[in-house]
């Protein structure tokens, strides 16, 4: 794999892109209604992927969304806005079989490795069963060891708003209050984008807004990383 750097100034552009915008675990769509507005300003074509993971498994879910990618990439070029699990599950999809990928994913406070407060919560019936097969992945390290890596040019952007310390279950390890920065990394290469946000309501920090507009402007700006060749 390779990563390179770019940091010409943001600025809106000309050309107009299909959108798929996909939120967390247990969000819905109402949650990116901000950010997908400010990219329909910028000239966008945008649509909401949604899903309650309570009542349908992640390969349901995923393979709904691989469908999806199929129907957008028939249609021209697209691009992937995924919040959370919302990351997951578009790795996921994206390895079910034979689709056009996208021509950029931009990950907030995605989990590409274990998260470790997925597997505390797990200890919690309520969470068991709100999250079903979803929250049990985030917790199963062969669930990751076969999620296959993005094979397109992606941003990662990281909070860092969260508590660290002797009273956090971080420790000193810098995080968003739910996913550690060190858990958005793909590959160890990665330059993840870190911003003073939490994880919930990432999407809407101003800086992170202009981040993923900067990445659909044409696919090279800020932190982008392309696959390996």
């Known amino acids: 794999m390779f990563a390179f750097r770019h940091t010409t ?63 957008l990439s028939a249609q021209g070029s697209y691009a992937v806005v995924a919040h959370s699990l919302g990351g997951v599950l578009t790795r996921a999809a994206l390895g079910l079989g034979a689709v056009f990928q996208p021509g950029h994913v931009v990950m907030l406070g995605t989990p590409n490795q274990p998260p470790r407060l997925a597997s505390l919560a797990w200890k919690v019936p309520p969470f068991q069963w ?57 590959n160890p290469t990665d330059r993840v984008i870190a911003v003073p946000a939490w994880h919930t309501f990432m999407m809407n920090h101003p800086q992170v807004q202009r981040i993923v507009l900067g990445a659909m402007g044409d696919g090279h700006r800020l932190a982008t990383f392309a696959p390996s060749t």
């Open 9 to 71: 100034k943001l600025s809106f552009f000309n050309a107009s892109m299909q959108i798929l915008l996909i939120h967390g675990l247990a969000r819905t769509s109402l949650s990116l209604m901000q950010l997908e507005h400010g990219l329909q300003q910028a000239g966008h074509i945008t649509e909401q992927f949604g899903y309650v993971a309570f009542a349908e498994t992640f390969d349901a879910i995923a393979h709904r969304l691989y469908q999806r990618f199929q129907q």
């Open 130 to 186: 709100f999250t079903g097969q979803c929250g049990y992945n985030l917790t199963c390290h062969q669930f990751y060891a076969k999620l296959p890596p993005l094979q397109t040019n992606y941003t990662i952007v990281a909070g860092t708003n969260g508590p660290t310390g002797l009273l956090s279950p971080f420790g000193n390890d810098i995080n968003d209050g739910i996913v550690a920065l060190k858990e958005t990394y793909i």
